[in-house]
Nanobody, 115 residues
Framework: QVQLVESGGGLVQPGGSLRLSCAASGSFFSMNNMAWYRRQAPGKQRELVAQITSGGRTVYADSVKGRFTISRDNAKNTVYLQMSSLLPEDTAVYYC????????WGQGTQVTVSS
């Protein structure tokens, strides 16, 4: 069984930066794909923000390209999302996602971008 625990969310001003972390318990190495999703409003579908494979290949949503960076540290069983030049429209609950032999979700962490 794998559990994902996000941290690092909070309130930040437009143009600021935050780093989200997702710590995985259990067998991290079996996770082929790790990703961050976000839900910008209740009732709205979660959207993919960034994804990283076990080999380090990354994919980003067009809306965050050049501003967000996803990375993973297999030794620490952790995946990160470095967010820079944040915009009010980046406000959302951010969820960590992992896929291996099964699919796992974290509980979510709130990011609010506001002055």
């Amino acid at each position: 069984q794998v559990q994902l625990v996000e941290s690092g969310g909070g309130l930040v001003q437009p143009g600021g930066s935050l780093r989200l972390s997702c710590a995985a318990s259990g067998s991290f190495f079996s996770m082929n794909n790790m990703a961050w999703y976000r839900r910008q409003a209740p009732g709205k579908q979660r959207e993919l923000v960034a994804q990283i494979t076990s080999g380090g290949r990354t994919v980003y949503a067009d809306s965050v390209k050049g501003r967000f960076t996803i990375s993973r540290d297999n030794a620490k069983n952790t995946v990160y999302l470095q967010m820079s030049s944040l915009l009010p429209e980046d406000t959302a609950v951010y969820y960590c996602f992992a896929a291996g032999t099964a699919v796992y979700w974290g509980q979510g962490t709130q990011v609010t971008v506001s002055s």
